[in-house]
């Protein structure tokens, strides 16, 4: 697929952009700060519905205004869909696909299939769990739309039976200081509590069966591409790690076998099991302990955890690999994602650009930001947009200065 148009209307640093764009290589080129990253980024949330860079939607907005719009025409085997989003301030966010309101943002997920790769993705490697679960919920949600919906009732179950936990935990404490019963509140939050369980063990296996089936098929590709960057490397492995610890299958998390759908019902039992045995625990710190948001994704090199212990061009090449496995792993389904490369030639030694560009030129379209031209290898120096950021009296704003046609050929 490709987007074959970008709109932007008061998205970070652009008040008005229009561009149209085409498959291949694409640079934008332009100083630091001046603007390249927060078109990527756009496509970025049109794809995901997140950012890469901010967990809430407020820093995209543009200073000074309350709303934003991204817009894409994507063309997909021949197939055009243009995608298009309102981000409002301090109100629901509204999406439309070729101009008809949907009902969620969400159903635009799937239209537009990015795989972005950013400095910030070392914090694959040597961030929190919640960095990896991110990688493989925005995986899984891109490669099969509706587990955003499912991912969406997890959390606002988690949300619920953790205030609930908090005001069991509270009563009965109280009542423990007191001598006596717990309080009317403490009583129906543990009796409540049970009805929670069971809905958080129904949509967390099936958020724990899709990521498992996730990271089987991911792995192999894992494989190959950290092989391909680092070939002189120990060789790069994957591993799910869930709370459910020995209650789940070691065939599950090996990655041996995948979870089917008749599996799902077998890990919501074990989940159910996994909470009562820490149901006192749970109550006691006021926190839910067991599922899918407290799983990791553990990375290695030969036998080594890669967190802690590669080296930080190690460290580059299995946060690059893990986005690269992502793509090729898109690809196989059937579809050829949009690649997105955000300053990170610049990172790379000799080898691993080559490595990189060779995925590039194969990829549908790349969109790819450097500081200075002479960071992108020269057979991905297509099509350069200029990008710069004036002062002017409504704020910094970010421009297009020229756009340079496909140098390789004059
Ligand atoms: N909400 C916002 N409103 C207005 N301007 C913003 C907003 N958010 C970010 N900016 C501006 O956008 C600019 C940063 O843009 P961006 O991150 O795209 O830079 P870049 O060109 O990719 O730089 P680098 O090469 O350093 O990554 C900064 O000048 C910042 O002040």
Same mark, same amino acid.
């Given at each position: ?198 809905? #958080? ?95 990791? #994704? ?42 997105? #490369? ?69």
């Amino acid at each position: 697929m490709f987007v074959r148009a970008l709109s932007l209307r008061d998205f970070r640093s652009w008040d008005a952009l229009g561009l149209n764009l085409r498959p291949g290589c694409t640079v934008f080129v332009g100083p630091n700060g001046h603007g390249k990253t927060n078109v990527l980024e756009a496509l970025g949330y049109l794809s995901t519905l997140s950012s890469h860079r901010v967990s809430s939607d407020a820093p995209l907005i543009r200073t000074g205004t309350a709303q934003a719009f991204a817009g894409a025409t994507v063309v997909n085997t021949g197939r055009e869909l243009t995608v298009d989003l309102e981000l409002n301030e301090g109100k629901s966010n509204r999406a439309r696909i070729n101009q008809s309101p949907t009902r969620r943002p969400r159903e635009i997920l799937g239209i537009l299939q990015t795989v972005l790769f950013a400095p910030e993705d070392l914090s694959l490697v040597r961030g929190d769990p919640g960095d990896r679960r991110r990688y493989l919920d925005e995986l899984l949600t891109s490669r099969i739309p509706r587990m955003a919906a499912v991912r969406a009732d997890y959390e606002r179950v988690l949300r619920q039976r953790s205030a609930l936990l908090k005001t069991a935990g509270g009563a009965l404490r109280r009542s423990s200081r007191g001598g006596g019963r717990p309080s009317e509140d403490g009583a129906s939050a543990l009796a409540t509590l049970e009805v929670w369980d069971g809905h #958080l063990a129904a949509h967390g296996a099936q958020l724990l069966a899709g990521r498992l089936h996730l990271v089987h098929d991911l792995a192999p590709h894992l494989a190959e591409s950290y092989q391909s960057l680092a070939p002189e490397s120990r060789p790069a492995s994957i591993r799910y790690r869930s709370s459910l610890g020995s209650s789940l299958p070691p065939e599950f998390t090996a990655p041996a076998r995948a979870p089917e759908a008749g599996d799902i019902a077998f890990l919501e039992e074990r989940f159910l099991q996994e909470l009562s045995v820490m149901r006192s625990k749970e109550i006691e710190r006021g926190v839910c302990l067991v599922g899918p948001h407290r799983d990791d #994704l553990e990375l290695h090199l030969g036998d080594t955890p890669a967190k802690g212990f590669a080296s930080h061009g190690e460290s580059w090449s299995f946060a690059l690999s893990l986005r690269l496995a992502g793509f090729a792993l898109l690809r196989a389904d059937g579809s050829d994602p949009v690649l997105m #490369l955000d300053d990170v030639f610049a990172e790379l030694d000799r080898k691993r650009r080559r490595a990189l560009a060779k995925v590039a030129l194969d990829a549908e379209q790349v969109l790819i930001t450097a500081a200075v031209p002479e960071d992108v290898p020269e057979e991905l120096d297509a099509v350069r947009f200029g990008v710069e950021a004036r002062d002017t009296d409504r704020g910094r704003i970010s421009h297009i200065l020229e756009e340079t046609e496909d140098r390789r050929d004059g």
